[in-house]
C-alpha cells in the first residue's frame, strides 16, 4: 500500500515509518521544509514537501502521490507546556488539527484515497462518571477555560474524520522516544527535580499510550474497514497517585510533595490542577477486538520501566 504520513518525524511518526517499511509499504513522509524532509529520509520514507496549513500545496502532493492511505499524525506541542497557557500552547495544534484536516482531507477524498486514519485523545472524556471510558462516553461537556479550545479542535478533528469515513485513533497520554516522558523529556526531568506534585491526593486517572503501539495500531488498522474512533491505550488505567510515585521512584527521585488544590492553582491554573484530579481512564476493547490489536506494553509499569531504568538523560 502506498501511505502517506502527515506528521512523519513525530513522537509516533518516528515509530510508524520503519514499521510500515518492515510491513512492505511504499512510505511517503509530508514535511513543512527541506530540514524536515531530510529528516523524513533518515526514516527511511520518501519525502514531500508542503506545508498542511498550505491547502494548494496539500492539494497537489496528494493528487500527484495518489496514495492508498492518508495517516494524520501532525501536532505541533512545545517540549514544555505551562497548563496556565495551554490555549496559547496548544495554538498551532489545534490548527493543524482544524485547517490541517480539512486540507488533508478534502484533497484525499478528491483523490479517491481509500483509507484515512487521524489521531485524537483519549483523555477528553467526560469526568462526570467513574471507571475507564469506551468510546460512547461524550467528551468533557464542561471543560477548564483553557483545554476549551484544544477540544473544540478535536471535535472538529473528528467530525471531519467520520465525513470522510475514516478512523480516529484516541491516544491516551503518549510516551516513549522523544516525549514528554521520555528519559530526557520535560515531564521527567521535572520528577526528577522533585516539581511534580500530588495536587488534592492525585485523582486523575490516566490511560498510557507507548508510541510504538500506536504505530502498531496504524498498521493493523490500514487494511480494516473500521471506521469513527477507537481508543488505542495500555490496559491499566492508573491513578496519579499511583503511576507520579513510581515513576519517582524508578528515576531514584524525590517522593511527589503533596499540595491542595487552591494553592496549585495558582501555580497550574484550573486546566492543571484538573489534569492531575479529574481526568477519566479510557477502555481499549474495542481496538481489540476491531483491530485484532493488542499493546506490546499492556502496563505503564512496565513501559516506564523499559523507557526510564535503561536509558540516561543526555548530557
Request: hydrophobic share 45%; proline share 6%.
Amino acid at each position: 500500500m502506498r501511505v502517506l504520513v502527515a506528521g512523519a518525524t513525530g513522537v509516533v511518526g518516528r515509530q510508524l515509518v520503519p514499521m510500515l517499511k518492515t510491513f512492505g509499504h511504499d512510505v511517503i513522509g509530508l514535511a513543512r521544509s527541506r530540514d524536515r524532509a531530510a529528516a523524513v529520509e533518515r526514516l527511511g520514507a520518501e519525502p514531500v514537501v508542503a506545508d498542511a496549513l498550505d491547502r494548494d500545496a496539500v492539494s497537489r502532493a496528494v493528487r500527484n502521490l495518489a496514495p492508498d492511505a492518508v495517516v494524520h499524525m501532525l501536532t505541533a506541542i512545545p517540549a514544555q507546556i505551562d497548563p496556565r497557557h495551554l490555549a496559547r500552547d496548544f495554538a498551532l495544534t489545534n490548527r493543524l488539527r482544524t485547517e490541517g484536516t480539512r486540507n488533508l482531507l478534502d484533497a484525499a477524498d478528491r483523490a479517491g484515497v481509500r483509507r484515512v486514519i487521524t489521531q485524537g485523545l483519549a483523555y477528553a472524556y467526560d469526568p462526570s462518571d467513574e471507571g475507564p471510558a469506551n468510546e460512547d462516553v461524550p467528551f468533557w461537556r464542561n471543560p477548564p477555560r483553557q483545554f476549551a479550545p484544544v477540544l473544540d479542535a478535536l471535535c472538529e478533528l473528528e467530525r471531519r474524520t467520520r465525513e470522510s469515513n475514516g478512523l480516529v485513533l484516541r491516544l491516551g497520554h503518549l510516551y516513549g522516544p522523544k516525549s514528554i516522558y521520555a528519559a530526557d523529556g520535560s515531564f521527567t526531568r521535572q520528577v526528577r527535580a522533585g516539581k511534580v506534585p500530588l495536587v488534592a491526593g492525585g485523582t486523575a486517572t490516566f490511560s498510557f499510550t507507548h508510541a510504538y503501539d500506536a504505530a502498531t495500531a496504524v498498521v493493523a488498522a490500514l487494511d480494516k474497514n473500521t471506521t469513527g474512533a477507537l481508543n488505542i491505550v495500555d490496559d491499566e488505567p492508573a491513578r496519579m497517585s499511583e503511576w507520579l510515585p513510581a515513576m519517582a521512584a524508578m528515576l531514584d527521585a524525590p517522593a511527589p510533595k503533596s499540595a491542595p488544590a487552591v494553592l496549585a492553582r495558582l501555580a497550574v491554573g484550573g486546566w492543571g490542577v484538573a489534569f492531575m484530579t479529574r481526568l477519566r481512564g479510557a477502555d481499549n476493547a474495542r481496538a481489540r477486538l476491531s483491530l485484532d490489536w493488542r499493546p506490546r506494553y499492556v502496563s505503564w509499569q512496565q513501559g516506564f520501566a523499559e523507557e526510564l531504568r535503561h536509558h540516561t538523560p543526555a548530557a
